[in-house]
C-alpha cells in the first residue's frame, strides 16, 4: 500500500519507520526546512536513535505526497488537525484517511473525527488510529497493539488487516467516539498519576488512581456516545495504564513536574513535546458540566493546571469526599 504519514513529529516517524517494513511511504511536514534536515539526517530528531529506512521518502510537496497514496495518515497535534486536513482535502478531497492525534480541538472542544467531518463533509473512509504506544518503542519494532476505528466498519477493518504486521497489531472497531474519547480522556488521569508519583503517594494510591480515573472516563464516555466496552480495551483501560505507568508519557511528565512546584508554562517551555492532556483537561471539564458528569479527579487536575492550586492541596481534596459505593 502506498501511505503518506503527514506529520513529522515522534509519532508521525515512528509510524513512517514501522510501516515502511511492509508498504511503500512517504513523509511530509509542512516546514520545508525540516524536511530537508530529516532527508539529510535520516532520523527525526525526536527519535535520533532510530534510522529511516532506505525506502522511506521523505517528501516537502504536500501535493505530490497525497497525490497517489493509497491512505494518508495525519500525526499532527490536534490543534493542527484542521489545517493540515483542510490542506489535503484542497487537494484530494474524497481521500482514505486516518488521524493519530489524540484529544480536543482548543478553540471548539470538538474531537478529531468531529473536526475532519468539517473539512471533509460527506467523507466516510475516514477513521482513528489510536491505542497504547509510546513512538520509541513502535520505532524500535517492539510489539504494539493499535485499533483503527470508523463508522465505516468496512474501511475499518480493511485498514486495520493492510496494516497488521508481526510487530505491529491492528485491530479494528466502529466505535469512533469511543476510541477517541479514551485517547482523550487517560492523558488527564495521566498528569494526576504523575502528580501522585511525585509526591511519592505509593503504588496503593495509584492503582487507586487509575482504577477511579477510568470510572470518570466510562461515564463521559458513555454520556457522549461511546461504547462501555470500548473502554476495557486497547484505546481504553490499555492506553490509560501505559500512560500513567510508563517513564515515556509526556502527560505523566508533565504531572511529575507539577508535584515539585514548577510551573505550568515552565514546564511547557521545557518538554519539548505537545502534552494534550493539558487542553484535554479543561474540555473534559466542560464538557463534563454540560452534562452533569461527575469527575472529581479532572476537576482536581483543572484547579492545579489553570487556578494555581497546589498538588497536595489537590489530593487532600480528593481524599476528604463523603464515601460513597462503587
Known amino acids: 500500500m502506498k501511505i503518506a504519514i503527514l506529520g513529522a513529529g515522534a509519532w508521525g516517524s515512528a509510524l513512517a519507520v514501522s510501516f515502511s517494513a511492509g508498504h511503500e511511504v512517504v513523509l511530509w511536514t509542512r516546514r520545508p526546512e525540516a ?4 532527508a539529510r539526517r535520516r532520523s527525526s530528531p525526536y527519535l535520533p536513535e532510530v534510522s529511516f529506512p532506505g525506502t522511506l521518502r521523505v517528501e516537502p510537496d504536500l501535493r505530490k505526497a497525497v497525490s497517489d497514496c493509497e491512505l494518508a495518515i495525519m500525526a499532527t497535534s490536534t490543534s493542527g488537525l484542521r489545517e493540515a486536513a483542510a490542506a489535503v482535502a484542497a487537494i484530494r478531497p474524497s481521500i482514505r484517511l486516518l488521524w493519530a492525534c489524540k484529544g480536543f480541538e482548543t ?5 478529531p473525527h468531529q473536526v475532519v467531518s468539517q473539512v471533509l463533509p460527506g467523507s466516510h473512509q475516514v477513521g482513528a488510529l489510536s491505542g497504547p504506544s509510546f513512538a520509541l518503542e513502535v520505532a524500535r519494532g517492539q510489539p504494539t497493539a493499535l485499533t483503527v476505528a470508523s463508522a465505516d466498519s468496512q474501511f475499518a477493518a480493511a485498514t486495520a ?6 510487530r505491529l497489531r491492528i485491530y479494528s472497531s466502529t466505535d469512533l467516539v469511543g476510541v477517541e474519547l479514551g485517547g482523550a480522556l487517560k492523558n488527564v488521569i495521566a498528569i494526576a498519576s504523575g502528580i501522585a508519583d511525585g509526591l511519592a503517594l505509593g ?3 495509584g492503582a487507586a488512581l487509575i482504577t477511579r480515573g477510568l470510572a470518570e472516563i466510562v461515564r463521559l464516555g458513555i454520556a457522549m456516545g461511546g461504547q462501555p466496552e470500548t473502554f476495557m480495551g486497547l484505546t481504553g483501560l490499555g492506553d490509560l495504564v501505559l500512560t500513567c505507568t510508563g517513564d515515556l508519557s509526556r502527560n505523566r511528565a508533565v504531572g511529575l513536574e507539577l508535584a515539585k ?3 505550568l508554562a515552565a514546564i ?3 518538554l519539548g513535546h505537545v502534552a494534550e492532556g493539558v487542553q484535554s483537561a479543561r474540555a473534559a471539564r466542560d464538557h463534563a458540566r454540560a452534562l452533569g458528569v461527575e ?5 482536581a487536575v483543572c484547579a492545579v493546571l489553570f487556578e494555581a492550586m497546589a498538588p497536595s ?3 487532600q481534596g480528593l481524599l476528604a469526599r463523603d464515601p460513597k459505593a462503587e
Open 268 to 270: 511547557l517551555a521545557g
Open 261 to 263: 512546584g514548577k510551573s
Open 161 to 166: 488487516s493492510a496494516l497488521n504486521s508481526p
Open 313 to 315: 492541596s489537590a489530593v
Open 107 to 111: 478553540s471548539t472542544r470538538l474531537l
Open 35 to 38: 524536511c530537508a534536515e530529516l
Open 295 to 299: 469527575m472529581p479527579i479532572t476537576q
Open 203 to 205: 503504588r496503593n494510591a
